[in-house]
């Protein structure tokens, strides 16, 4: 029996996984007219946690913060792509420390890959301090899938890369998509 499980948008496990073995895109190379940088869709969102953010140790519920990322991602690809977006997958969510009631909490999203039809975003959140210094709670990558009205895949712009840091992460995002890959084809 097949996997069926189906995304809150409607899409398949099985059609996710076609769009995930969709072949990559050569660095820079564009499969529309057009090319955007990194830069014309990164995005950053501030939160303030209330009583109603909090768990029960009084750190905030990692659920709500879920959210945020998933939206954030959604936010990112939707301006990279001009289409409508669904989450294909939550790669890796790192909780690197908690934030509390009261805490400032800054999302900040940007692309880091894009194949032919899928973006790969990097969403980091950290709490600010009332000085704005800010310390990392957590890291995650995101696949999000442009789609038409009817749910099928559509080609996304190219990504221009115009620094070092761009490059190397353009380098990590090929990399876990070609594990993403594998993990679809063996079954994980």
């Known amino acids: 029996m097949k996997n069926t499980f189906c995304y809150n948008n409607g899409i398949s496990t099985e059609k996710v996984r076609k769009i995930m073995q969709d072949k990559t895109k050569v660095m820079n190379a564009s499969h529309s007219d057009t090319e955007k940088r990194v830069?014309?869709?990164?995005?950053?969102?501030?939160y303030i946690i209330r009583s109603q953010h909090i768990?029960?140790?009084?750190?905030?519920?990692?659920?709500?913060?879920?959210?945020?990322?998933?939206?954030m991602a959604g936010i990112v690809s939707r301006?990279?792509?001009?289409?409508?977006?669904?989450?294909?997958?939550?790669?890796?969510l790192n909780f690197k420390a908690?934030?509390?009631?009261?805490?400032?909490?800054?999302?900040?999203?940007?692309?880091?890959?894009?194949?032919?039809?899928?973006?790969?975003?990097?969403?980091?959140?950290?709490?600010?301090d009332y000085k704005g210094n800010r310390r990392s709670i957590n890291r995650a990558y995101i696949v999000m899938v442009a789609v038409d009205e009817n749910g099928?895949?559509?080609?996304?712009?190219?990504?221009?890369?115009?620094?070092?840091?761009?490059?190397?992460?353009?380098?990590?995002?090929?990399?876990?998509?070609?594990?993403?890959?594998?993990?679809?084809?063996?079954?994980?």
């Not at 768990?55 to 939206?71: H, S």
């Not at 400032?104 to 959140?125: A, K, P, Q």
């Open 39 to 46: 830069q014309d869709s990164k995005t950053e969102q501030v």
């Open 98 to 128: 908690g934030a509390y009631q009261d805490d400032m909490v800054v999302l900040i999203g940007r692309l880091t890959y894009v194949g032919r039809t899928s973006m790969e975003i990097r969403v980091d959140t950290y709490v600010e």
């Open 55 to 71: 768990n029960p140790q009084g750190r905030l519920f990692g659920g709500y913060l879920m959210q945020w990322i998933d939206e």
């Open 79 to 92: 301006r990279h792509s001009g289409k409508m977006v669904t989450t294909a997958s939550i790669d890796n």
């Open 152 to 188: 099928n895949p559509v080609e996304v712009p190219g990504l221009k890369i115009e620094s070092e840091s761009e490059r190397a992460e353009w380098l990590g995002g090929k990399k876990r998509y070609e594990l993403r890959r594998k993990r679809g084809i063996e079954g994980f």
